[in-house]
């Protein structure tokens, strides 16, 4: 199979930002994808439906003339977001879920949650009214080695709060683990993965193995190569609740290329292009369509979209960089695979 035509692709887990690098990314994400889920973590965060009416309408408004990439809005949960505040985001028509992050888990999640159970009422709303619980799956304590934080995160946090709210529809997001991997692919009916491209091509030794690679560095961090096949096994396995989330996360090269570099790895121009390459390595393009373009949908219980994308195996050449000519500035993002080869490349959208 040399080419691929597919109902327009969705992003069910992206990082636009704002200011500046909003304006600098969203264009790459617009040009493929139909829709994304919108990632709370701004400083402040987005805990309100206000404030994500508000960067709704940054984000349209920094889109390329004629874009009708629409953007899916997320609160940012918190032990203050309340039962009235849910209800509100049910009802608002653009708030399509809300995002746990575990304080301190990665990028701008101190304002996140310590005590999921302090957030039972929540949760328990957003049960009632359907609106999905996003999740960053990684247990936070000093104590906990880093490859570990996502199964533990399962057994500690995951499995008993479904057990305590049956309804409640979640996504295990950017799944990492052979564990979060068997999990999303089992039998729980209100449970979805997302899966990234950096976690289905590359394992830890591609970050630390020859030279510290901090364009690789994401959280959940890199795993093991035994993680990473049964990643793609799950990803590219057909079944109904695995689907698309890149988590592009872009970070001016300065503060990623530095003795605290931070985590995220920015992939919105190449990320179609690298999961063909990721289902291709295991002759699975056949389930390229329902992981891109119908899981999600279905799971968020939208319409899938009537335009379609074609994909051709063609070599391109990833930049450097992406931003106006300054290698340094704020405005400099390195990408996935930057100065390296894709094999495939996105030709047309209608
Ligand atoms: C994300 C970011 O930079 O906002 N970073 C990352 O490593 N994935 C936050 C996140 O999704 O964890
Ligand atoms: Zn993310």
Redesign the pocket.
């Known amino acids: 199979m040399d080419e691929l035509t597919i109902p327009r692709p969705d992003d069910w887990h992206l990082?636009l930002r704002d200011g500046p690098l909003l304006q600098a990314v969203v264009g790459y994400s617009a040009a493929h994808f139909g829709r994304a889920i919108i990632?709370p973590?701004l400083r402040p965060p987005v805990t309100t439906v206000e404030q994500a009416a508000a960067y709704r309408e940054r984000i349209l408004a920094a889109l390329p003339p004629g874009s009708d990439f629409t953007p899916l809005m997320t609160l940012y949960l918190t032990a203050q977001t309340t039962p009235q505040e849910i209800e509100q985001a049910a009802a608002s028509g653009f708030v399509q879920a809300v995002k746990l992050y575990p304080a301190g888990a990665?990028?701008?999640s101190e304002a996140g949650v310590h005590d999921l159970r302090a957030c039972d009422e929540t949760l328990a709303a957003m049960a009632e009214l359907g609106l999905p619980l996003l999740v960053?799956g990684e247990e936070n304590a000093a104590e906990l080695d880093i490859f570990e934080r996502e199964q533990v995160f399962i057994e500690r946090t995951l499995l008993p709060a479904m057990a305590r709210h049956r309804r409640l529809k979640v996504v295990l997001e950017?799944v990492t683990s052979a564990e979060g991997a068997r999990l999303v692919t089992g039998n729980e009916a209100n449970l979805a993965g997302t899966f990234t491209p950096q976690h289905l091509l590359y394992n830890r030794n591609a970050l630390l193995s020859g030279g510290l690679r901090p364009h690789l560095y994401?959280?959940p961090i890199l795993k093991r190569e035994a993680d990473r096949v049964a990643l793609l096994e799950a990803a590219t396995s057909g079944h109904p609740r695995v689907f698309l989330g890149t988590?592009s996360?872009p970070?001016p090269r300065g503060a990623k290329e530095s003795a605290c570099g931070?985590?995220?790895c920015f992939s919105a121009p190449w990320a179609l292009a690298l999961y063909a390459e990721a289902f291709d390595s295991v002759g699975a393009l056949g389930h390229f369509e329902a992981f891109a373009s119908r899981n999600g949908p279905e799971f968020y219980g939208l319409p899938v979209s009537g335009q379609t994308l074609t994909l051709r195996r063609q070599v391109e050449s990833v930049p450097e960089f992406y931003g106006a000519g300054d290698e340094s500035g704020d405005a400099c993002i390195v990408p996935l695979r930057a100065g390296g080869e894709v094999a495939w490349s996105v030709v047309t959208r209608q």
């Open positions: 990082h990632m973590n990665t990028t701008h960053h950017h994401c959280m988590d996360a970070h931070c985590a995220g």
